[in-house]
């Protein structure tokens, strides 16, 4: 059975740090591109960063740029999502999903094939 898996999430005060972890069973996770995803109330998914399945090269929103890492541990078959300094506006559901397209860019929400269940982040005092 193909499944994602994402934890880590969790309540935390503006400036703070979380790291999600999107684990994989059914497949293995090396030979797909990554991606997150968040979606906060009201709002529509958006496109967070990726990672590559070839290159690990990687992609990220400018919104992100700079305070969120994406990593890969294919031993672990586990990506992670490092957040750092943390805003109330990251405040989301955080999605992993995978897919066969490269990360060269944005690979949009439609072209993923597997999603997890999704982990709630909260930045707020």
């Known amino acids: 059975q193909v499944q994602l898996v994402e934890s880590g999430g969790g309540l935390v005060p503006p400036g703070g740090s979380l790291r999600l972890s999107c684990a994989a069973s059914?497949?293995?996770?090396?030979?797909?591109?990554i991606g997150w995803f968040r979606q906060a109330p009201g709002k529509e998914r958006e496109g967070v960063s990726c990672?590559?399945?070839?290159?690990?090269?990687?992609y990220y929103a400018d919104s992100v740029k700079g305070r969120f890492t994406i990593s890969r541990d294919n031993a672990k078959n586990t990506v992670y999502l490092q957040m750092n300094s943390l805003k109330p506006e990251d405040t989301a559901v955080y999605y992993c999903?995978?897919?066969?397209?490269?990360?060269?860019?944005?690979?949009?929400?439609?072209?993923?094939?597997?999603w997890g269940q999704g982990t709630q982040v909260t930045v707020s005092s």
């Open positions: 990672i590559d399945s070839s290159d690990s090269s990687t």
């Open positions: 059914g497949f293995s996770l090396d030979v797909y591109t």
């Open positions: 999903a995978a897919t066969g397209y490269s990360c060269s860019g944005y690979v949009p929400s439609t072209g993923y094939d597997y």
